[in-house]
Every structure is written in C-alpha cells, then in structure tokens.
C-alpha cells in the first residue's frame, strides 16, 4: 500500500524556518516526480514545489528564493526546507508523488506563521 506521512509542521513566527518532511514508500518513491502543495483556509490547494527523479526542482514565484525542496533516495524521503516565512504561507501542507501510473497525497501537515 503506497504511503505518503508529512511530519514538520508546527506554529513559527514570522520570519522563522521550518523543514518539512514526506516519507514515501520505497516502491513508488525512486520513479516519482516528488511535490509539494499547500491549501489555505477559504483557497484552492496550489502547487509549492517539485522534485524530479533527476534532482531538478521548480517553485513558484511566491516560494522562490525562501523555500528549497530535497529529496534523500536512500531514505525515501523528501524535504521543504522553508525560511523566511510569513503570515500568507500559512496552510496545510501536502506531500504528492506522481508516479508513472498514478498519483498519491499524503494526509497533510499543519504550517502557521503567526507572532
């Protein structure tokens, strides 16, 4: 049974860091495009991050310069290492693997940026 556990989330104040962690399991995680997404109170979920199997990554404009998404394949695991993070970057965040045949979630873990 494929598994996506997020860990990490948590309240900082603005401008703190925190790191993200998804593991996957190791039958989909080695030929997965590996993402990160993120939902709002009151928002659609939008994309935040992505890690291919071939190390490149991508972000969106928002994230960009703040956030760094990793993956670690002996561990089958990915990370969001974010900084420098403010009030709007607060969601759910979720882990997504896009594997050649199908695409996961995992149940999502919770960011809030607030003083």
């Known amino acids: 049974q494929v598994q996506l556990v997020e860990s990490g989330g948590g309240l900082v104040q603005p401008g703190g860091s925190l790191r993200l962690s998804c593991v996957a399991s190791?039958?989909?995680?080695?030929?997965?495009?590996m993402n990160w997404y993120r939902q709002a109170p009151g928002k659609q979920r939008e994309w935040v991050a992505t890690s291919t199997t071939q190390n490149t990554t991508d972000y969106r404009h928002s994230v960009k310069d703040r956030f760094a998404i990793s993956r670690d394949n002996a561990k089958n695991t990915v990370y969001l290492q974010m900084s420098s993070l403010k009030p709007e970057d607060t969601a759910v965040y979720y882990c997504?693997?896009?594997?050649?045949?199908?695409?996961?979630w995992g149940q999502g873990t919770q960011v809030t940026v607030s003083s």
């Open positions: 997504h693997a896009q594997s050649p045949r199908a695409f996961y």
């Open positions: 190791e039958d989909i995680f080695a030929t997965s495009i």
